[in-house]
């Protein structure tokens, strides 16, 4: 059961940050809030999306499983007003969403839960270096290593004291290198790995309206990028797997 | 014969609401405006343009009959600015009609008028219910039913004392109901059609644009949506004709 | 050998005014700045771009010919903002231009110089008409040509003391007139060319930046269309042949 109304743009942000990676997910609902987490159709992504209860206006739901199509929920996003508040709401046992926002009331039939993948369980992995930047020079750093190859190397450079990112063309390379004063925060252990740009392209557009994304980052290890929605009422963490260097 | 200026946002809002259904169509000038009355292709939707001569800042006509090709009138408006005057021109037994805006002058070659299908016949039908709303807000609708089916119901819930549409696809709903304060006028006799978005969406984008919109409405029956152009001297009329409500 | 600074602003319009007609060029670099002169694959258009050295923020060169990959670089501006300062350096000897903006670092292996057309000869030719209007006259005056056809005529008419461009349809037609009045100058020698709009199109998206063109025409004779950049310190011309007029 769930009885929650929500601001359209936390709802609108959440369903975006999970939509840059797969088209349906399992949604855990319980007295403290909503939370999911998947696995990109290639197992080469993951995304964990955390609502408190906090960042809903009002919250009242039993603990309960449901499967939600994501492509589906960003249309119907789609018609939200900016300032309209939705109501979601979800009788025990129903397999009915009823989504009302403005004059408008949405049922949506919701998936069923056993054909959506069982949720990943979160690799145990160190990554020693740790940086802090704004969303939108993120985003900007993608956008460019797009224009020249379709990987990018993100990496800290603790000697020099730097972030930096790097991507090899055929004949062309850019770089970028940020250093502590052009960081929001930087934890400087040696790190670079190789990631592809078809994935960061769309989580780039996501993190790119953060005020602060924290990457934490290791030697040819898997990339993470946490940051917050609804001022800190909700939260999302990205893992991205490594490609392999090739020479 | 046709000599006149009008303002070209006038002009703009008479040819898209007229191209929203057909590509060329018959226009009766006289002495007191401009009008046309076309179907489209397929015969299930109709649209009355009339301008009055006061639509106009400058106006002088004898009675004639002339094919005017609407997509290519919608490419020659494209290069109008905003703040231009159109003047219009035809000569006597003429077949080019001469648009003049800003330092530039088109001549246009007219259809002949006998490969236009000629004028259909209104038909009489009663539609007792009656609704007066904003077109942004009819416009919103239709959008919003569009993104989960091909179909909308169009009603009036007496008892209820409100206007209504709906939406079905195949698992998802949507419902929209909007009581006698949230409507500029209200004749609550009962009523409810299905129609087309096909058609409804065309129409929309032309309808969001007017600060009111009549719509009357019966069971099974056609829709008619009435609104004005050039504050009141410009009257457009579309009849809709309803679908079979498939079970 | 090349070290200089540039307003991203100047870089843009520059290289979009070599854009419009190839997609790499020979650029000559000397102690007085930097130019190109090319044609166009079908050998119909010709544009020469001069910038000074003033145009430059500093300026430091030692004379060389590289070989400029147009496209490429117009994908890297996109990356660039507003009020970055981009500096471009090229060692002695070296087949790479570093690009600088913002923390970027962008390193482009330039073309083979020697694969790319030797520069054209400019033609020696006698337009007498001269006529000068604002670039974004120039460019509506394109997109309202393009409307109806896909060649345009310009010309002056001496006697009426007037700049006109028209284009024909195949049932239709358009005629823009300018008088000296609507003009910023008019050398009213009798002229009237036909030219491709194709290659009007690229050039007016360019040209409708400029505050103020020239254009020298003759009868059935190529047309001139020159145009500063960056204050008068740059300087871009183009050259396009005219057609055969059909009858």
């Known amino acids: 059961m769930l009885k929650a109304t929500i601001d359209t743009e936390t709802f609108r942000e959440s369903i975006d ?14 007295g403290n809030g909503v ?21 809903f ?19 119907i996003i789609g018609m939200m007003g900016k300032d309209d508040l939705l109501s979601l709401s979800l009788a025990e046992g129903s397999h009915k969403l009823e989504l009302a926002f403005g004059s408008y009331q949405y049922s949506v039939t919701l998936l069923d839960v056993n054909t959506i993948r069982k949720d990943p369980n979160p690799p145990t992995i160190e990554l020693p270096g740790r940086v802090e930047l704004a969303g939108s020079a993120l985003s900007s750093a993608i956008k460019a290593a797009d224009v020249i190859s379709d990987k990018i190397a993100l990496g800290i450079d ?6 930096f990112m790097a991507a090899e063309g055929d004949t062309d390379h850019i770089k970028l290198e940020l250093n502590r004063d052009q960081l929001l925060a ?3 252990a040696e790190a670079r790995s190789l990631f592809s740009l078809d994935y960061l392209k769309d989580m780039g557009k996501v993190m790119g309206r953060a005020e602060r994304i924290t990457i934490a980052l290791g030697v040819d290890h898997p990339v993470k990028f946490i940051f917050d929605l609804a001022e800190g009422k909700g939260h999302v963490e990205y893992l991205l797997a490594p490609r392999i260097e090739a020479d």
């Open 35 to 55: 939370r999911t987490r998947a696995v990109d159709t290639a197992n080469v992504a993951m995304v964990s999306l955390q609502l408190d209860r906090d960042a």
């Open 186 to 188: 930087l934890d400087a």
């Open 158 to 163: 603790a000697k020099a004291d730097l972030f």
């Open 17 to 30: 940050a999970v939509a840059a990676l797969v088209t349906e997910c399992r949604l855990h609902i319980d």
């Open 57 to 75: 206006e009002t919250y009242e739901a039993t603990p309960e499983d449901i499967g939600l199509d994501i492509a589906k929920m960003k249309n």
